[in-house]
């Protein structure tokens, strides 16, 4: 069965997920919120916030992103895709690479 949940993700849900993500890695490496603020320049309520409620500057989570060495996720974020207009692109790139 195909899972299509994640076309229904709402920002808000998106938000609470990378939260969640960034609480894992912190803890992962041993880092407090408190020692993680002093890290970033990022106050410390703007940290308890974010991991709560997902909400958080886009600097601030690069802020985050790099002292828990996720900078290069971030960087990633709107990578260039490849868009098909027609299926004929699709079929036409396929038969290139043959």
Do not use: W
């Not at 849900?13 to 939260?19: K, M, Q, R, S, V």
């Not at 993500?21 to 993680?36: D, Y």
């Not at 970033?40 to 709560?52: D, L, M, N, Q």
């Amino acid at each position: 069965m195909i899972d299509l949940d994640h076309y229904y993700d709402t920002p808000k849900d998106i938000c609470l997920e990378t939260a969640r993500k960034a609480v894992l890695r912190r803890k992962a490496l041993h880092i407090s919120q408190k020692v993680l603020a002093g890290m970033t320049g990022v106050s410390f309520a703007s940290i308890r916030r974010f991991e709560t409620t997902g909400q958080i500057s886009f600097e601030s989570l690069v802020k985050i992103a790099i002292s828990i060495d996720m900078k290069e996720d971030v960087k990633n974020l709107f990578n260039e895709r490849k868009v098909y207009r027609t299926i004929q692109d699709v079929i036409d790139e396929a038969n290139q690479k043959r």
